[in-house]
């Protein structure tokens, strides 16, 4: 949206801005709650910081020096994603840089950054050399996590299970299962369910997926869950 904010149209960098402010102030405006997004490109997070209480960095991005001293510096929770490869020890390493005081220069300025202690490990699945994807959201796995955690000198330590991507094999509807599969194992184990805080789910108004924009409300990028779905599966996790 940034880039292209009409799908069918030209590139509008300007027209991106506005646009994407709009959306995030009427959906606070709407619903009451508060807004996240994903931190791209850092330098253009100065557009949106005043509208945002969430911050993600992408599984491509984990590794970037850029976004781990910019996250350094962002006074919210900052959600890391593992690395495509789905390592543990580079995952806990974007972390710890996150949550360093970082010197950089930044926006033509030298900055200095006191660190972000709720930066925090997003586990999304990884992807092998043959492009399969191998979840990361299933206990044995997620106790590997808990475990470096527990070995380093990480602040807050926090993870947030992706239900999509990798996890699912971008199966929306296996999202339903995946957060089931979670929340039985927080019960089941004291530190996993100290760790593990929440979830991140990919859903819109419509079920699925289009690669043109003809359907109001239906991603035209990875499949998402319904509203009705989505609805049903926050009031079970509340529930439990």
């Not at 950089?104 to 994807?133: I, S």
Request: aromatic share 8%; glycine share 8%; net charge negative.
């Amino acid at each position: 949206m940034f880039t292209q904010p009409d799908p069918n149209g030209r590139e509008d960098i300007l027209k991106g801005i506005l646009t994407l402010r709009k959306l995030h102030i009427d959906a606070i405006g709407i619903s009451g709650l508060s807004a996240a997004d994903e931190m791209l490109y850092p330098e253009n997070y100065a557009y949106v910081e005043d509208l945002l209480t969430y911050i993600a960095v992408g599984a491509r991005s984990s590794e970037n020096q850029m976004h781990r001293l910019v996250s350094s510096g962002i006074e919210l929770p900052v959600g890391i994603k593992n690395p495509m490869s789905g390592s543990i020890p580079v995952l806990l390493n974007s972390i710890y840089a996150a949550q360093s005081e970082q010197v950089f220069k930044y926006q033509n300025y030298q900055v200095k950054t006191t660190g972000n202690e709720l930066a925090h490990a997003v586990l999304r699945g990884a992807v092998d050399n043959y492009g399969n994807d191998i979840p990361n959201f299933h206990y044995e796995f997620v106790m590997k996590v808990i475990e470096g955690y527990s070995k380093s000198d990480l602040r807050h330590p926090a993870i947030v299970i992706d239900a999509n991507h990798s996890n699912s094999g971008k199966k929306h509807r296996q999202q339903i299962r995946i957060v089931e599969e979670v929340l039985n194992n927080r019960l089941y184990d004291r530190d996993f369910k100290k760790y593990v805080k929440g979830f991140m789910i990919e859903s819109f108004i419509e079920e699925g997926c289009q690669k043109e924009d003809i359907v109001y409300g239906k991603s035209i990028t990875d499949p998402c869950l319904g509203w009705e779905d989505t609805e049903r599966l926050v009031l079970d996790i509340a529930e439990k």
